[in-house]
């Protein structure tokens, strides 16, 4: 079973940039689309961004739409998420994962906060 390990998070001001990286412990293929999701305090883990088969399709929900880009290595088994002009509602723990979800264990996630 894979497994994934995400880095990359940290404290950063309003308006900041941080890059996430997802390294998988076995080989995430190309045909299957990975996927970013957080989870704030007091909410529920949802879906962030999806990059599918060969970096072939990307889908982002609404609140990050022209800020973050998700992005692939096949060949090293990587997924980033790259994320410009933070705002205070990006503040969560950030995890990375197959989608759709196959039912595997999420890694440990990488806290990403905004504040000044």
């Known amino acids: 079973q894979v497994q994934f390990v995400e880095s990359g998070g940290g404290l950063v001001q309003p308006g900041g940039s941080l890059r996430l990286s997802c390294a998988a412990s076995g080989s995430i293929s190309s045909i299957y689309a990975m996927g970013w999701y957080r989870q704030a305090p007091g909410k529920q883990r949802s879906l962030v961004a999806y990059?599918?088969?060969?970096?072939?399709?990307?889908y982002y929900v609404d609140s990050v739409k022209g800020r973050f880009t998700i992005s692939r290595d096949d060949a090293n088994n990587m997924v980033y998420l790259q994320m410009n002009s933070l705002k205070a509602e990006d503040t969560a723990v950030y995890y990375c994962?197959?989608?759709?979800?196959?039912?595997?264990?999420w890694g440990q996630g990488t806290q990403v906060t905004v504040s000044s």
């Open positions: 994962n197959w989608f759709p979800l196959k039912g595997g264990a």
């Open positions: 990059i599918g088969s060969s970096s072939g399709t990307a």
